[in-house]
């Protein structure tokens, strides 16, 4: 901890004098109070000053101040308003009234610039900040969650620093290119109190990134001043979190009856490993037959989470500056209290107008992030816990004597919790961030302007790792003495690693924006370059001659490990031009090109060229619809695009370049380790990206003054040139592999529908906004996948011209109940006559009817286990003066989970069963095992040798899913005036929210053990996903 207070005094240094600032603005303004139609003050209206950057934003009361130049226009918007232009006219006071509906008239992002959302010609969607900042989250990422149509993001670990978040646009495979304030980062660590918005692009708005765009691009916009006195806002909160999903083993009697009931099935008779008096011992819980809980002995649900953000925005005409710090403190819902992630968060946005043609910003930022937890990897622990038995106790009588014994693992999971058991695993991050611009606007062209800017990102990761051996006893309550049993980590280790990596972006452009008459024409030219170098060093001992100085210096030198290397693998050129035309903002028109070369390729296919065009037609405007008409505003859009992946699976960089690379070493006769190199083998100099070919059409619509807003997209892309190796017939002495290529090809196609719909009734207020998805993928040619002859293999495993998502197995029939069942089965599905099948075994169909279950009897069960086809969100706003209450839900259905491993089957790997395998069970009589006395079962019998027929993957395993979450929900309470008084508070609010709180499925006796959103096949290898209840409070000064 002492490590995380220096960086906090450092970050604090710098927050602190990035704010020395804000004593240097003036005072002259015009002053003015924003109300709704109803005279209900409005906070947060933006008011920009036409053709600046000088703005700023009402506050709690509605009221504003702000500097103007002489005979200035002011524009006044607000999300759900229709915006306002007031020319001031020498006024100092201006008061206003917004009226609602002009959710079109607001400015999004888009890539290199901002566009009026009712002048877009492409798929865009956008977030703000009220719903990024509604739920206090560990990653950012998480955010996206059903807000946005046609996004599907999934977590797939509830370890604090490791959530793994993944975000899949439209159903596409490949990750979406994410921009930070135009630099390429990740944001799932970025405070969410720093974002302005984020926006999705999907489709020809993503083409002008290129090669980057193939899977669509995200952008993070962070929060800017603006002009007005300076604002303090502080927004902390507590937050307890427990498991979503948390699998159930067993109790100790219960598992003691399945061991012998099948060591009776199996044939090794029903006292094998444990009599009837045994199990009555543990029924009684007599002297050294307690067992014990180890899941509760390891796990408790109520791990703290604390989250700090103080900042000040403010400026003048001139210099407008925000400034942001952020703390963040995470535990697991290990009892341990072990398991720990620690962020501090500081930027720094500052705009500044040196004259009236030149202007400079400079934006700042850094975190460092601190993950400590044991040296036991969290899914080996996990593994580890689906294995500990529940007869041997989680604790000795003598805990000096040392760690208990947990049966076949020979680990302790609840000992390798502990720092102080196992030893450490720990990781500090930090991440500088720094960009430049300056921006002239050129004073002989009306319009056109000039901007020259450089980004520079600096990432630093150091890994220490600790291991040391825990001896295992188990106690002998007979003699009252300790057996030693086994020796977690037999041999005590020690290892450190250095990664480096820094970026940087040079960038030019040229911008005009004029518009003449009726006629509005933008254009942008750009150069852009990203070059990146790394550099990483590891080493490692064992045999440590003390556990109290973990060092590498104690370490012995026999079997000492180190490796280096350095290296660029990234180094990008690109120009872009686009050009933008309107007239009347009715008939609209957009252009773009893009160039990319890539250094990870070959001279012959370094440069790929991906051009669009989009064009959209305001209807509403030729249709010259009165006041009292429904539809408020109707426009048709459509585009075209050709878009690239430089990241796609399968390219490792430079792979046109025969040669060598370094590998793991390797320990020859004398013990040491050597270093090993290997050739790179055959190389494919004609090697490139991948390229997409994207159409989209799209129809946004408003009705009733405002009230329901909807749009509606249909899209359709083709992956050509993914990489794969190609199936060739070469001779055993060939001596090498042949390369990868670009050659299969697939297509996406889809729809996406989403709505708002807003509704005012005195001081009540209700804002509803559903979002729909449906996307399916298919293959067009597979050239990696060997030829099929057999019609049959050819309908099951051929991949040309069949979806992507689908699931090929047996079709199941149930269980058989009796040996009598079996007997008169007239399918043969064992190969042996049935011999092998026994009393509650799976049946299965024999779909071709020939009397033998084989392959052919295989057909499509379910979808795929990767991302589902539909996806679905709806967001719910409710406001009752100064009482709101906000609701996410979220859910997804067409994909599947495939039931594995210790979810499966009954000892499993030596698993333990979970309690459904014992509530529904084939359960044999034990004075005649061929009867079953189970009248629920549904599930195959105990077995510590599963058979093959039971294993087949059939749709008895694999599962279609459809779930609905309760993702967020929040209550808050704003403050009023009359208790706030003259305390220098604006605005002060207190809420509380919840994460993950509900969850619906149709998995049935699967429910309680699976998070669908988790999705993997067995949830006990893996640490579940986090449900949250937080306390927060929101000031402003």
């Known amino acids: 901890m002492t490590r995380h207070r220096t960086h906090l005094q450092q970050i604090l240094w710098l927050f602190f004098g990035l704010c020395v600032t804000t004593g240097l603005f003036g005072q002259q303004r ?208 507590y937050t307890s979190m427990s498991a979503s999903r948390l699998f159930q083993q067993v109790n100790t009697t219960q598992y003691v009856e399945l061991v012998r009931e099948s060591d009776l099935l199996d044939g090794a008779g029903l006292d094998a490993t444990f009599s009837e008096e045994d199990l009555q011992k543990f029924a009684n819980k007599e002297r050294g037959y307690e067992g014990g809980d180890w899941i509760n002995g390891l796990i408790k649900n109520n791990a703290p989470m604390h989250q700090h953000n103080l900042s000040v925005s403010g400026g003048n005409e001139d210099v407008k500056y925000f400034t942001s710090f952020g703390y963040m403190d995470q535990e697991s819902y290990f009892r341990s209290r072990d398991y720990d992630y620690g962020r501090y968060n500081a930027r720094s946005n500052i705009d500044a107008r040196i004259n009236d043609n030149l202007s400079f910003n400079l934006d700042l930022s850094y975190r460092f992030e601190k993950t400590e937890r044991p040296s036991n990897n969290i899914d080996a622990l996990m593994v580890e816990l689906a294995t500990t038995r529940p007869t041997f106790p989680t604790s000795l009588p003598d805990p000096s004597i040392g760690e208990a014994f947990s049966g076949f693992s020979q680990r302790n999971p609840i000992s390798t919790s502990k720092r102080s058991n196992a030893g450490f695993w720990d990781r500090d991050e930090d991440v500088i961030q720094g960009r430049l611009g300056i921006n002239y606007d050129l004073p002989f062209v009306t319009g056109l302007s000039a901007k020259a800017e450089v980004g520079l990102t600096r990432y630093n990761r150091a890994i220490k790792s600790f291991a040391k051996p825990t001896d295992l006893y188990e106690y002998q309550p007979e003699t009252e003495t300790y057996l030693y049993q086994a020796t977690q980590r037999g041999v005590s280790s020690i290892s450190e690693s250095q990664f480096r990596r820094t970026q940087f972006y040079p960038l030019l452009s040229l911008t005009f924006d004029r518009t003449f008459g009726d006629h509005d024409i933008k254009a942008l030219a750009l150069y852009e370059q990203i070059t990146r170098k790394f550099s990483n060093f590891s080493a490692g001992r064992l045999d440590l001659l003390s556990f109290a100085i973990p060092e590498l210096f104690i370490g012995s030198q026999n079997n000492q490990t180190n490796n280096g290397f350095s290296g660029s693998d990234i180094g990008r050129k690109s120009y872009v031009g686009r050009l933008n035309y309107s007239f009347k903002d009715k008939y609209l028109f957009e252009a773009t090109f893009r160039a990319d070369g890539n250094v990870l390729f070959s001279p012959q296919t370094r440069w790929g060229y991906f051009p669009s065009l989009s064009a959209g037609w305001v209807i509403s405007e030729d249709l010259n619809l009165g006041t009292g008409s429904t539809v408020d505003f109707l426009k048709l859009r459509a585009s075209y695009s050709q878009l690239g992946d430089d990241t796609a699976n399968g390219l490792t960089g430079f792979d046109y370049l025969t040669g060598f690379e370094l590998q793991d070493p390797f320990i020859l006769g004398d013990g040491v380790a050597q270093p090993t190199i290997r050739t790179r083998g055959l190389v494919n100099p004609l090697l490139t990206w991948e390229e997409m070919t994207v159409y989209n059409i799209g129809l946004e619509t408003r009705l009733w003054n405002g009230k329901l807003s909807l749009e509606t997209e249909l899209f359709y892309r083709k992956r050509e040139g993914i990489i794969a190796q190609n199936i060739e017939d070469v001779p055993s002495t ?175 790997n030596q698993s333990i069963p979970l309690t459904y395998h014992y509530d529904l069970r084939w359960q044999p009589d034990p004075n005649n095992p061929s009867v079953n006395i189970n009248p629920d079962a549904a599930l195959p019998a105990a077995s510590q040798s599963p058979s093959f027929n039971n294993n087949r993957n059939s749709d008895f395993w694999v599962k279609d899913v459809t779930y609905f ?30 994460e993950n709180l509900l969850l619906l499925t149709n998995l049935g006796i699967y429910d309680r053990s699976f998070d669908p959103e988790f999705q993997p096949g067995s949830p006990t290898n893996r640490l579940p996903i986090t449900r949250s209840v937080a306390f927060g409070l929101r000031i402003s000064l």
């Open 30 to 237: 015009i002053s003015g109070l924003v109300t709704d139609t109803d005279r209900n003050p409005l906070i947060g209206v933006n008011i920009m000053e036409a053709g600046t950057n000088n703005g700023t934003v009402t506050d709690f009361d509605g009221t504003y101040e702000l500097t103007v130049g002489e005979n200035a226009s002011l524009t006044f918007s607000y999300t759900g308003y229709q915006s306002q232009t007031v020319e001031t006219q020498g006024r100092s006071s201006i008061d206003l009234q917004l009226s609602e509906g002009a959710l079109l008239d607001e400015v999004v992002v888009v890539g290199y610039g901002r566009e009026k959302k009712s002048t877009l010609t492409g798929a865009v969607a956008s977030i703000d900040n009220k719903q990024l900042t509604s739920v206090p989250v560990a990653n950012s990422a998480n955010l996206l969650a059903g807000r946005v149509p046609g996004v599907m993001t999934r977590q797939n670990s509830g370890l604090p620093g490791s959530e793994n978040t993944q975000i899949r646009i439209r159903g596409y495979a490949g990750a979406p290119l994410v921009l930070v304030d135009g630099i390429q980062a990740s944001f799932d660590r970025i405070d969410p109190n720093d974002i302005e918005s984020i926006t999705v692009l999907k489709d020809a708005a993503a083409a002008v990134y290129g090669a980057r765009a193939g899977n669509g691009v995200i952008l993070v916009t962070t929060k800017r001043g603006r002009e007005g006195p300076a604002r303090i806002t502080y927004n902390g909160s």
């Open 734 to 908: 060939f001596g090498a592999n042949l390369p990868v290529v670009n050659i299969n090809s697939q297509d996406n196609r889809g729809i996406e529908i989403s709505a708002v719909y807003q509704e005012r009734i005195g001081d009540f207020r209700i804002e509803l906004a559903p979002n729909f998805s449906l996307a399916r993928s298919k293959w067009l040619e597979v050239k990696s996948q060997e030829a099929f002859e057999d019609p049959d293999q050819k309908r099951l495993f051929e991949l040309d011209g069949k979806n992507v998502n689908r699931f090929v197995g047996y079709v199941a029939d149930g269980i058989f109940m009796s040996q009598q069942e079996i007997d008169n089965h007239p399918v043969i599905q064992d190969d042996n006559e049935n011999l092998t099948l026994r009393p509650g075994d799976i049946r299965y169909k024999d779909l071709d009817g020939d009397g033998i279950i084989t392959f052919r009897d295989q057909d499509v069960i379910a979808f795929a286990t990767g991302i589902p086809e539909m996806v679905f969100g709806m967001n719910i706003g409710m406001s009752y003066k100064n009482f709101r209450l906000s609701a996410l839900l979220q859910g997804a259905s067409r994909f599947a989970i495939n039931i594995s491993g210790a979810a499966r089957t009954m000892f499993s």
């Open 965 to 994: 979450r309760l993702k967020n929900l929040n209550l808050s309470y704003s403050l009023p005036n009359t208790v706030l008084g003259n305390s220098g508070i604006k605005q002060a609010e207190v809420y509380v929210a919840g």
